[in-house]
């Protein structure tokens, strides 16, 4: 580094203080003291601040044919050399830029500018500033698989997450390392979230807002969203239930996995443990909504066998359907009483009309409203009654013969 | 040598082998579906498949449990000896009386304390023999309810296959407290038998062992041999003291064989030339 701290302290020696230079058309003059690679300033907060420009970096980006003031448009006179004053603040890209500007403005980047916030990104923290190049160029920051390590820039630095209050867990570039988005190497940050407009989750208007999901994820997965919006979860959701899920619910955020994988919540042995309990089985909705069926489902065969790692046994989605659940007073509902003798079909051939019929999600229980409960509840607390009374006569009966026995071989 | 009283024919035996192997495994594999989670379970459910080849186990047990049920009815219909273990084994008054002495005996109230003299059959092998049967029975039908659900479910609601599967869960409770409770105080940890009585696996009982639990039956036995004996000349002088009996019935090919050749023998030392 060593020589070219002289070559530079050289450089700005030399430079002919007061000449007259024009400044656009010729980069050259620019770069006569911006190649410097040592060149800084001091900024506001008198932090020190590189303002070294590659030149060659320049050259090769999309903007390397502009002129330096084509951007820097307030840097003209000689008095910026002399002086070295930084007078350009800001780079207007919305002078050529108006659409992204004007979608900028929209999203929640700006607005956290506007807030205040000194980490808010602006174009040159995603896009770069000298070497910024197109998108389809695999070298460009905003090329799509670079955009994850882009925005984990701030996202997944520490320090930013601690400031900006986002969460103490992994971050979601740690998270979107080993999904099945990021494996496929066709999706990345923006492909959900969006770019010049990317919004906040509380805006009605974000990709990511709760009711919006199911249309983010369908620009891919269309075939699946048009099940699900019509299924109970995608009708309460469109309503605004936030207790209702969406796509994101069940598969998670950003390290979706395949359901072959067994760390995927949707992985089948994980299905009724997890996924579908986290809200069936949660005392707050099940009681507003009441259901309470995963404690039924447990003690059932299906669920006994299942949590045993049965999985031949029926989960919740193997009668209830996967995308497209309905209630059982949907004719289209896999659980209908009409469709019931088809659905347990699938794996009991030959199920009559009567296979379907009776309460499924029964619980044992002499106070039970269905009589199949009541008969169970009954034969529970005959059983029960006579288990203590046999039982514990023969261990009274043993226990006295053995004492007896014992008292009579004192020695 | 002590004298040696068949308890247990070799048949019957491996009848108890077969019942003791298959009602453990019955127990195993079923609680381990009712209890997942249970750590003993664990080598179960850790094993690939391991839940799938658990219930095909349970069901080829309980087939061949079923299958020596079947087997056992033949037996006692078929042989002489299972026809004498079926009168033997009717309850009769008197089994109720030898349980209340025993318990009045064990508590104490009779002091000192009763003998009680018992038959062949007393009233402890008679419950187990018959709660053994009933509970058979019960885990049969319902578990054939169980596992042919699908036809079961073409004529009856689904609340009794509920039923069926509540009724095959508590007696499977009880009939294994019942082993664990009942047979194995008996066979095991009675002080009159500890460690073990070994009928299961020699087949028969010591005077000892016959005294305390079977007093009548060892009477019966001893007169019967006595009024066999009351035929045999020698006997008089030694006051019917041979255990033996003094022709056996039936002899396999080669002790006939021997036989034949001992009567030959006797014949021609005895034969006076007339």
Same mark, same amino acid.
Not at chain 1, 72 to 79: A, G, K, Y
Not at chain 2, 134 to 149: A, H, P, Q, R, S
């Given at each position: ?16 203080? *007061? ?53 820097? %448009? ?15 603040? @800001?780079?207007? /890209? ?20 506007? +807030?205040?916030?000194? @980490? ?5 923290? /995603?896009?770069?500033? &000298? ?17 994850? @390590? ?13 400031? &900006?209050?986002?969460?103490? *867990? ?13 494996? %496929? ?31 983010? /994820? ?15 979860? *995608?009708?309460?959701?469109? @309503? ?6 969406? /796509? ?41 909504? *009441? ?14 066998? #299942? ?18 659940? !309905? ?85 | ?118 038959? !062949? ?18 885990? %049969? ?43 194995? #105080? ?24 016959? +005294? ?13 041999? +006595? ?48």
């Amino acid at each position: 580094m060593r020589p070219f701290l002289f070559l530079g302290i050289f450089l700005l020696l030399v430079t002919p203080i *007061g000449s007259s230079v024009v400044w656009g058309g010729n980069n050259g003059a620019c770069f006569s003291c911006h190649k410097d690679d040592s060149l800084s300033k001091q900024d506001a907060r008198g932090k020190k601040v590189s303002i070294f420009v590659a030149e060659k970096e320049y050259e090769s980006s999309i903007h390397g044919r502009l002129s330096c003031s084509d951007c820097h %448009t307030q840097i003209r006179d000689d008095s910026h050399a002399a002086g070295g004053k930084a007078i350009d603040r @800001r780079v207007n /890209c919305a002078s050529c830029h108006q659409g992204a500007e004007k979608e900028y403005k929209m999203g929640l980047h700006s607005k956290m500018i506007m +807030k205040g916030t000194e @980490r808010a990104a602006y174009c040159q923290d /995603c896009h770069g500033k &000298h070497g910024i190049r197109p998108s389809k160029d695999p070298k460009s920051l905003t090329h799509l698989s670079n955009i994850a @390590r882009t925005c984990s820039r701030c996202h997944s630095d520490k320090e930013f997450v601690r400031q &900006h209050a986002m969460g103490a *867990g992994p971050s979601p570039g740690d998270l979107f390392k080993g999904s099945i988005h990021e494996k %496929t190497g066709e999706v990345s940050c923006t492909s959900c979230h969006g770019s010049h407009n990317l919004r906040s989750l509380i805006d009605p208007k974000s990709t990511i807002f709760h009711s919006n999901i199911p249309q983010t /994820c369908g620009a891919c997965h269309p075939q699946i969203t048009e099940q699900f919006v019509n299924s109970i979860h *995608g009708v309460l959701a469109a @309503r605004g239930r936030s207790d209702s899920p969406t /796509c994101t619910t069940c598969h998670g955020i950003h390290g979706i996995k395949t359901k072959a994988d067994p760390d995927s919540p949707v992985n089948e042995r994980r299905i009724a443990m997890t996924t579908c309990p986290q809200c069936h089985a949660a005392e707050r909705i099940s009681k507003e909504y *009441g259901f309470s069926k995963v404690k039924s489902y447990y003690d059932s065969f299906h669920g006994l066998a #299942y949590r045993g790692g049965d999985t031949f046994s029926a989960n919740c989605a193997s009668c209830h359907g996967v995308h497209d659940i !309905r209630p059982s007073s949907d004719p289209k509902s896999m659980i209908h009483k009409d469709n019931l003798q088809k659905t347990c079909g699938a794996c009991h051939p030959g199920a009559s009309a009567n296979f379907g019929k009776g309460k499924i999600h029964s619980v044992a229980s002499i106070s039970g409203e269905d009589f199949g409960e009541k008969v169970v509840g009954w034969v529970r607390v005959i059983y029960l009654f006579l288990i203590v009374a046999v039982i514990g006569g023969m261990i009274f009966f043993n226990f006295a013969d053995w004492l007896r026995k014992t008292i009579e071989r004192r020695p | 040598m002590t004298k040696k009283y068949l308890r247990l024919t070799l048949n019957e035996r491996f009848q108890h082998l077969n019942l003791m192997i298959n009602f453990t495994i019955l127990a195993i594999t079923g609680f381990a579906l009712k209890y997942p989670t249970a750590f003993w379970v664990s080598p179960i459910t850790d094993a690939p498949a391991g839940m799938t080849i658990r219930g095909f186990i349970h069901r080829l047990s309980g087939v061949a449990i079923v299958t020596l049920g079947g087997y056992h009815i033949l037996y006692m219909i078929f042989s002489e000896r299972g026809r004498q273990i079926v009168r033997d084994m009717l309850p009769g008054l008197k089994d109720a009386k030898d349980l209340w002495e025993t318990l009045k005996n064990n508590l104490f109230i009779n002091r000192p304390a009763k003998e009680i003299k018992m038959g !062949r059959f007393n009233y402890k092998e008679k419950l187990e023999y018959f709660a053994l049967i009933w509970g058979t029975l019960v885990m %049969t039908v319902t578990g054939f309810i169980l596992w042919y659900e699908v036809e079961w479910l073409k004529y009856f609601p689904r609340w009794t296959y509920d039923v069926a599967r509540a009724i095959h869960f508590y007696e499977a409770v009880l009939a294994t407290l019942a082993i664990i409770v009942w047979h194995f #105080y008996s066979v095991l940890l009675d002080p009159d038998v500890y460690p073990m009585n070994w009928a299961w696996i020699t087949g028969h009982l010591t005077e000892h062992e016959m +005294k305390l639990d079977h007093g009548l039956e060892l009477e019966r036995i001893k007169a019967s041999q +006595k009024a066999e004996l009351a035929d045999v000349d020698e006997a008089a002088s030694v006051g019917g003291g041979r255990v033996y009996p003094a022709r056996q019935e039936r002899l396999s090919p080669m002790q006939r064989l021997y036989g034949t050749v001992r009567d030959l023998n006797e014949t021609l030392k005895n034969w006076r030339g007339n």
